[in-house]
């Protein structure tokens, strides 16, 4: 059974840094596209960054220039890496996975309802 288990969240001060992990395990890692969204009290959950199983990434125009995805094959591991963090930026960030398809445009990998697999979220929380 396909799994995705997020870690590097924590408590960081507005301006600073946190890179993410998402380890998945029971998937063919190398085939799938992987997403990164968040969700903050009381919103809905947003795109933030996705990596095509090219290693084509997309990202928000939030956080475009801020923060980098990358994924490294070996591991079954996608990262975020994120800098310059705002207190706005404070929400639980979920790791997401789907199948890849060659038909898949730049609007796709950004949408929620395509992803197939979640992990649980970690928590990142910025302080002003």
């Known amino acids: 059974q396909a799994q995705l288990v997020e870690s590097g969240g924590g408590l960081v001060q507005a301006g600073g840094s946190l890179r993410l992990s998402c380890a998945a395990s029971?998937?063919?890692?190398?085939?799938?596209?992987m997403g990164w969204f968040r969700q903050a009290p009381g919103k809905e959950r947003e795109f933030v960054a996705a990596?095509?199983?090219?290693?084509?990434?997309y990202y928000a125009d939030s956080v475009k220039g801020r923060f980098t995805i990358s994924r490294d094959n070996s591991k079954n591991t996608v990262y975020l890496q994120m800098n310059s963090l705002k207190p706005e930026e404070t929400a639980v960030y979920f790791c997401?996975?789907?199948?890849?398809?060659?038909?898949?445009?730049?609007?796709?990998?950004?949408?929620?309802?395509?992803?197939?697999?979640w992990g649980q979220g970690t928590q990142v929380t910025v302080s002003s």
């Open positions: 997401a996975a789907v199948a890849d398809r060659t038909s898949y445009v730049g609007s796709d990998y950004s949408t929620e309802g395509v992803y197939r697999r």
């Open positions: 029971g998937l063919i890692f190398s085939s799938y596209a």
């Open positions: 990596i095509s199983r090219s290693g084509r990434a």
